[in-house]
């Protein structure tokens, strides 16, 4: 796994999921099995294995503005028992993760702004940028999508991060 990917995922995500109560993931590590005692995370795996047999459907993004050279995927069970799975895109000098959870999710930061946005197709979503990754999180029915994005030159703008969730399908 290359070291942008992990260093990625180890930045990707200050959430908080609702279910049974709130509960604050702050991290999902390819490098571990669990985090806190309470994130159990598989190893990585090619992104089709991941997404076998998933209880739920999770789309796949389309529209990456990068060339993919290398792609893994990640299955994580979450402290209220929920099943989160992470496709995570790597090209030259960007990476993309996608994280779906079938429950509700509602990005949390105490450090920097969430901004509410709309998707090119109207859906509500949340934008934040803490000047590393660029993050959007928004929800399709049952699940949860957030996607964190980073590159080197200027960071992803909310429209390029919107033209991305879109393209899930």
């Given at each position: 796994?290359?070291?942008?990917?992990?260093?990625?995922?180890?930045?990707?995500?200050?959430?908080?999921?609702?279910?049974?109560?709130?509960?604050?993931?702050?991290?999902?590590?390819?490098?571990?099995?669990?985090?806190?005692?309470?994130?159990?995370v598989n190893d990585a795996v090619p992104i089709d294995q991941a997404m076998a047999d998933l209880p739920f459907i999770v789309g796949r993004p389309r529209n990456l503005p990068?060339?993919?050279?290398?792609?893994?995927?990640?299955?994580?069970?979450?402290?209220?028992?929920?099943?989160?799975?992470?496709?995570?895109?790597?090209?030259?000098?960007?990476?993309?993760?996608?994280?779906?959870?079938?429950?509700?999710?509602?990005?949390?930061?105490?450090?920097?702004?969430?901004?509410?946005?709309?998707?090119?197709?109207?859906l509500p979503a949340y934008f934040m940028d803490n000047g590393i990754v660029q993050i959007l999180s928004w929800r399709v029915g049952d699940t949860s999508y957030q996607l964190a994005a980073k590159r080197t030159g200027p960071p992803f703008t909310v429209d390029e991060l919107g033209e991305i969730a879109v393209s899930v399908e």
């Open positions: 796994m290359g070291t942008t990917a992990v260093h990625l995922l180890r930045l990707v995500a200050l959430m908080a999921i609702v279910a049974a109560g709130a509960v604050v993931l702050t991290a999902i590590q390819s490098d571990s099995r669990s985090l806190n005692n309470s994130v159990v990068f060339a993919v050279e290398h792609s893994y995927g990640l299955r994580s069970r979450l402290p209220n028992g929920a099943l989160a799975v992470e496709q995570t895109y790597v090209g030259e000098g960007s990476s993309a993760s996608l994280i779906a959870v079938h429950t509700e999710v509602r990005p949390v930061s105490r450090l920097y702004a969430i901004i509410e946005v709309a998707l090119p197709n109207g």
